[in-house]
């Protein structure tokens, strides 16, 4: 049971990575006041553009550029679009997610020929695990050797920059006047204004971190879990990362709790595949909609009151004009 418990833990650590990504971009986006429907958009646009520079240039750094690259692209036309011109945010961010879902997979027939998809990605074109020392001598320590060898070890690169991505948003947010400020443009932006503080920078600077960690979440997708662009891979994990960020209320840490809860969900829900209860097995697709039925259950009754930011999905209109 307790082997069980390491591997369903480590799964969880690579499920979730993805969603704690998207809710830290979200996270930075709706502090600011802006609501970001587009995660699941940036996902999709970053996978593709990092998976199909991968298999070009044979660099996963090229690809993990090129995914982040494209992914504040999208992120800065909706901002332009919400912030710059006041359009309404959630058709907007629709928008992004209507427009990547398209473009990835028109792209991919028409560059690879493959039905949408990359070429597989191997060698330097993804990222490999990382290994800790001694991990093979550890593994048979009781307790504390599966725990170093197979939880904390075996890892790739960016799902260890995932999880510190936590205390360093923390911090960001909560002990710099950079995160302040942002805090304040969410709550209040005209009195940001009338300290002298542009509303607009701030709120093009929240964007631009979006774009960033949602960036790396797509290319974690297609260049490290998968080592492929498949179409629509992002599955929705950017609107769970929305529910995670509700969930979560707004904080870093307990938005991360959220992306790890369901990360474990989606996990348990793949070890039950094929499991017999009663001489019957469970189906498939009831087992892979599991975690999508058990967010929205938790999401209606244990979340409680989250107070989002007053301002946030409210264009900033300056008095004078």
């Known amino acids: 049971m307790y082997e069980t418990l390491i591997l369903m833990l480590d799964s969880t650590i690579r499920v979730a990575t993805p969603l704690i990504f998207a809710v830290l971009a979200g996270l930075f986006c709706e ?3 802006v609501v970001n429907i587009g995660l699941e958009g940036n996902l999709l646009a970053a996978a593709f553009a990092g998976a199909a520079t991968a298999s070009m240039t044979g660099s996963a750094l090229q690809g993990v550029i090129a995914g982040v690259l494209v992914s504040v692209a999208t992120s800065l036309l909706h901002g332009f679009a919400t912030i710059t011109h006041r359009g309404d945010q959630v058709v907007s961010g629709m928008a992004v997610n209507i427009l990547a879902a398209g473009l990835t997979v028109t792209l ?7 039905g949408g998809q ?14 800790f020392p001694f991990e093979k001598e550890m593994f048979d320590v009781p307790v504390i050797g599966q725990l170093y060898s197979e939880l904390l070890s075996g890892h790739t690169l960016l799902e260890y920059i995932a999880l510190l991505a936590v205390p360093t948003a923390w911090w960001v947010l909560y002990r710099t006047r950079f995160g302040l400020r942002l805090r304040a443009v969410g709550e209040a932006p005209a009195a940001v204004d009338t ?37 629509n891979m992002s599955a929705g994990k950017g609107y769970m990362a929305l529910a995670a960020l509700v969930f ?33 097995t469970i189906p498939v697709q009831i087992i892979e ?18 107070v989002a930011p007053k301002a946030l999905g409210t264009a900033y209109v300056k008095e004078r004009e």
């Open 31 to 33: 502090r600011s006041g």
């Open 108 to 114: 991919g027939r028409y560059w690879f020929d493959q």
């Open 118 to 131: 990359t070429p597989a990605l191997d060698g330097d074109a993804r990222f490999a695990p990382l290994h």
């Open 195 to 231: 300290a002298g503080i542009s509303v607009i920078r701030l709120r093009y600077s929240a964007i631009l971190i979006c774009g960033l960690l949602a960036g790396l979440g797509g290319v974690y997708l297609s260049m490290a879990q998968t080592a492929q662009f498949i179409p």
């Open 248 to 280: 979560g209320k707004w904080r870093p840490w307990t938005a991360m709790s959220a992306c790890l809860l369901f990360g474990f969900l989606d996990a348990m829900a793949i070890r039950l595949q094929g499991v017999e209860i009663a001489g019957h």
């Open 289 to 306: 909609a599991l975690p999508y039925m058990l967010t929205v259950f938790l999401l209606a009754g244990f979340i409680g009151k989250a």
